[in-house]
């Protein structure tokens, strides 16, 4: 995961196809764990650069959330 922080704003935004498989592969827990213990007001993933993404990883990042 590469998150890019600005104005206390963290972006992650992964390319390619996103489904409940792989997410993992994209952000891990103790990745958004340290974001959202860090000075950060909000987490935001684009899905700009991502081909397809299923419910099932959406519903797993809001988990995280």
């Not at 590469?2 to 952000?27: C, E, L, M």
């Not at 958004?32 to 990883?57: C, G, P, Q, W």
Request: net charge negative; glycine share 4%; aromatic share 12%.
């Amino acid at each position: 995961m590469s998150a890019t922080v600005r104005n206390k704003v963290a972006i992650i935004a992964p390319q390619g196809f996103i489904d409940g498989n792989n997410i993992t592969s994209f952000v891990t827990s103790e990745e958004l764990r340290y974001l959202m213990d860090s000075e950060v007001n909000a987490i935001f993933f684009s899905l700009k650069h991502v081909a397809y993404f299923s419910i099932t990883a959406v519903s797993y990042l809001s988990d995280l959330c």
